[in-house]
């Protein structure tokens, strides 16, 4: 009898907390969706634990549960053990950040990928010249940030705290076409929150100074707003208003997983890609002759999103007219981690497109050489460069099906610059790989 009256009465909880739900209206449909999640959650979370009890008593079991959590605690290193940029740690004194560890996804499951990177770096931040707690000198916030590490995932990661927005200080003009990608973890600074979701604005704005130019609807000559997170949406405007609407609700994000973004605009066409799935590709998003020359975080309290590798560039490499016709292609799309070897999977759409020339010139051989920035000691960098060029030609034979008689490989490590090693993005600009046609 005791638990029937339990039990009567969590369901009259329940109906009451439905019954409060259904009376918040009129408010906007941001605000809406989120409070009725956030009740949604508290009412499941009330149903299961109420459940739990009502049903240990009546077993005969009355143990105390302990939260189970899936995340990885974060640990401390010493300077000393973070050196050269690989070791992924909580470094001492900067805010916790909890990472979930992930499969490592190959080069196969890219298989669809057709995302090609920019030829001309423009911008790169990997933040590694930020010193952890800092906030990086080239953004701008209305909110807060700092630079933190994490014990799961290497590199220095740009936290994204508070509500507001967050943007390249000075703004940059973008050309017609041109690429933007990034890794992002995204973090939840409330644990009961479900239905996180950040925002990244693309836009034209008068003043690519001013962050609050327009305010929720920045850029006053037009742009896209999109969030990613337990959706992914989009709502394109212009000066006369919103434009086009969407949403995607499989493209969801984990809380602690890495994913990696990229954007793709070729003069109205944007195509927007999770990792390796193209999520959106919307073939009149911009006006005519609409230039972008800012683009920025949009913060809604609940998530901090962490970004790292965060590059721009220009235009798109012409594969064949570059190996064929004028000898020589540098690649800029074929990706490593820090002091790594392994051809990372997002590089699929770039090794496709020469592995397509390639075939299409069955005769042609080409010698593949690896480029590095000056970081670190001289003879471990040209080691890198001549592993990295190897595992290049690796990947043509295994998965793109190229004969290894028509490939040589090499690596001449930092010797051979084509920008000075003072900035991160001319650090990216050394960092490549050649085709050079034998």
Known sequence: MKIYMRLVFLASFVLSGLFVTAQ????????????????????????DKGLDAVEDEASGKNKKKNKNKSEKAPVEQTEAENSGGEAAVKAAGSTAVTAVPQEKQSMQTYSKFDFIPGEKVMYFDDF?????????????????????????????????????????????????????????????????????????????????????????????????????????????????????????????????????????????????????????????????GMICNQMRFELWGESAPMITNFRIAAGMPDMRSKLITEGKLVSYGIYFDVNKDVVKPESYGTLKGIADVLKENPTVRVKIVGHTDSD????????????????????????????????????????????PNDTPSNKAMNRRVEFIKL
């Open 376 to 419: 670190g000691a001289d003879a471990a960098n040209l080691d890198l460069s001549k592993r990295r060029g190897a595992s290049v030609k690796a990947e043509l034979v295994k998965n793109f099906g190229i004969d290894a008689s028509r490939l040589e490989s090499d690596g001449l490590g930092e010797t051979k610059p084509v920008s």
């Open 24 to 47: 918040i209206i009129n408010i906007g449909n941001r605000v809406e969706n989120k409070v009725i999640n956030r009740v949604n959650n508290k009412i499941d979370n009330g149903i």
């Open 128 to 288: 590694m010249e930020t010193a952890v707690g800092d906030f990086p000198p080239n953004w701008n916030t209305t909110a807060s940030g700092e630079v933190v590490t994490n014990n799961i995932f290497p590199g220095n990661w740009f936290k994204l705290i508070g509500e507001g927005c967050v943007a390249l200080e000075e703004g940059i003009k973008l050309p017609e076409n041109y690429t933007i990608e990034f890794d992002v973890i995204p973090y939840v600074l409330n644990e009961d929150v479900v239905s996180f979701e950040y925002g990244f604005y693309l836009y034209s704005a008068q003043d690519p100074k001013d962050l609050f130019e327009g305010g929720a609807v920045p850029g006053l000559n037009g742009g896209i707003k999109m969030s990613f997170g337990y959706r992914a949406t989009y709502s394109a405007y212009d000066v006369e208003g919103y434009t086009i609407s969407g949403e995607k609700e499989n493209a969801t994000m984990e809380a602690g997983k890495r994913y990696r973004l990229s954007f793709w605009v070729q003069k109205t066409r944007l195509r927007v890609y999770q990792d390796q799935v193209k999520i959106f590709d919307l073939p009149k998003v911009f006006k005519p």
